[in-house]
């Protein structure tokens, strides 16, 4: 059980492009679902937390016009990374909360702006 | 503000043996929630243990234990019996009770030697 999934697992795109990554929590529902990012051999960056049917909560210095959060539902929410630029290029990994305490992982979706 | 610190950032050892990886946290609450997360190369981040403050009896899965220290606020994680499938990179992770975030440390890289 708590499985998480997220699409794409990577994404090569052109500077100046959207792109859209799913976090899906496929065997239970989740209120609060987080979205973080991961450089190289460094450890997890949170952007924003985001609970169903409100707007989301951006850490200091993440920009909430370039990434877009949407929780539709108790099992999707999504990140919209807005005019992709290269320093947008990165790891970005989404985590679904189960019972207000565990968090469980999707696989992750690289992104690679060119 | 919690912070969480792995003090070995890397650490190597042969199959079957014994290893334990050290993480300490700054809190002055009482009731939060410890995790231990391992990230292996395909970086899904996976949950290896979870452990409750109020709990004194220390968190067991099959050859993972965590050895919980509330006073120390220490929360070490021992592997017995090593398998090359626990090559990972692995991160300690705090939470308060109701707050919702992780705070994740920095990260141990783990290597199983054959």
């Known amino acids: 059980g708590a499985v998480v999934s997220q699409h794409p697992s990577w994404v090569i795109c052109k500077s100046g492009t959207s792109v859209k990554i799913e976090c899906r929590s496929l065997d239970f529902q989740a209120t609060t679902m987080f979205w973080y990012r991961q450089f190289p051999k460094q450890s997890l960056m949170l952007m924003a937390t985001s609970n169903e049917g409100s707007k989301a909560t951006y850490e200091q210095g993440v920009e909430k016009d370039k990434f877009l959060i949407n929780h539709a539902s108790l099992t999707l929410s999504t990140l919209t990374v807005t005019s992709a630029h290269p320093e947008d290029s990165s790891f970005y990994i989404c985590?679904?909360?189960?019972?207000?305490?565990?968090?469980?992982f999707g696989p992750g979706t690289r992104l690679l702006v060119l | 503000a919690q912070t969480v610190t792995q003090s070995q950032p890397e650490m190597s050892v042969q199959e079957a043996e014994t290893v334990t990886l050290s993480c300490t946290y700054d809190?002055?609450?009482?009731?939060?929630?410890l995790f231990w997360y391992k990230q292996p190369p395909s970086r899904q981040m996976i949950l290896v243990i979870r452990q409750e403050a109020y709990k004194q009896q220390n968190a067991t899965e099959n050859r993972f234990s965590v050895n919980f220290q509330k006073a120390a606020k220490s929360f070490s994680l021992k592997i017995s019996d090593s398998q090359l499938g626990d090559t990972a990179m692995y991160f300690c992770?705090?939470?308060?009770?109701?707050?919702?975030?992780?705070?994740f440390g920095q990260g141990t890289r783990l290597t199983i030697n054959p």
């Open positions: 992770a705090f939470m308060n009770q109701g707050a919702q975030k992780l705070v």
């Open positions: 809190t002055s609450e009482n009731n939060y929630y």
């Open positions: 985590s679904a909360q189960l019972a207000g305490e565990t968090q469980y």
